[in-house]
């Protein structure tokens, strides 16, 4: 069975819950805290599985509890986990802050995230019935460079969740063949500010210039996409009940990817991908 290879970070998430995020200096009493399983990389494995894909990760851990509960959940989910531990470090977390209206900030510190080694991404082990590479932007560019490489030495499609923005090398560029990015994101890489799906749409298009295959994800306004000799299109987003934005990019990720895994055109994977976030943002928080 074809397999999905997350390579990315994990993280302990706090998770806080405040009338409003705090101002520069101000002291916000908040209502609730939680602790889950998080980081980018990890949150799109869990996603892709819950979508019904077989799921491989790469990454590592520290050598302490949090580093054990990130492991225990990827096993829960049936990922075939290939995480380093490294010893005497600590696992990455971050803490996260949502707000009344269901937005939210967060701050990350990266800690064994920052030490995947990039040659064991050439392991051929690693690589044994992987149909699709998926990456993003919480690890080094030296690790995603040697994933891609080691995944365009295979054939295997190279997707990217290039969050948080930063430049990209032209190195890992010429090995894309999928670049995911919300309007922030969007932005910071086309200089097109993302107010309106109409915006979205003119992003991808100027991305669509660089990349294969682009995906840009408008929150409210809905997602754009374009492909390589076809026109761009858009899908306007699901009316819902906010109740919670945080994890949505994950869970679009998650499914999005599960779906092309299957053979499904992008329009198609983008639409299923529409539709499961509009239920997460709209499902109440375990």
């Known amino acids: 069975m074809s397999q999905i290879l997350v390579t990315g970070s994990l993280h302990y998430d706090i998770m806080l819950q405040a009338d409003h995020r705090p101002e520069k200096g101000e002291t916000v009493i908040g209502s609730r805290c939680s602790y889950k399983f998080g980081g980018k990389g990890g949150n799109q494995a869990v996603a892709a599985a819950r979508a019904g894909a077989a799921v491989r990760f790469a990454g590592a851990v520290g050598d302490d509890a949090p580093g054990a509960f990130l492991l225990a959940v990827l096993d829960e989910h049936g990922i075939d986990s290939r995480v380093a531990v490294k010893a005497g470090e600590p696992s990455g977390m971050s803490v996260a802050i949502q707000d009344a209206e269901g937005d939210y900030g967060a701050v990350v510190v990266s800690g ?17 019935q992987v149909g699709m590479l998926v990456l993003q932007n919480e690890v080094t560019d030296a690790v995603n460079l040697a994933a891609a490489q080691a995944a365009r030495q295979r054939a295997i499609p190279v997707c990217i969740n290039a969050a948080p923005a930063r430049a990209l090398s032209p190195a890992l560029i010429a090995c894309l063949d999928l670049l995911v990015v919300n309007g922030v994101e969007a932005r910071d890489m086309s200089g097109i500010s993302v107010n309106s799906l109409a915006d979205a749409l003119q992003a991808a298009q100027a991305l669509g210039q660089h990349y294969p295959a682009v995906v840009v994800t408008a929150g409210e306004h809905g997602v754009a996409w374009i492909e390589a000799g076809q026109p761009a299109q858009s899908l306007a987003a699901q009316k819902v009940v906010l109740v919670s934005t945080h994890g949505a990019g994950d869970c679009f990720m998650g499914m999005l990817c599960a779906t092309l895994l299957q053979g499904e055109p992008l329009s198609t994977a983008v639409a299923r991908a529409n539709q499961a976030a509009a239920e997460h943002v709209s499902r109440p928080a375990a």
């Open 112 to 128: 064994a995230n920052t030490l995947i080694e990039p040659q064991a991404l050439a392991e051929a082990s690693l690589w044994q």
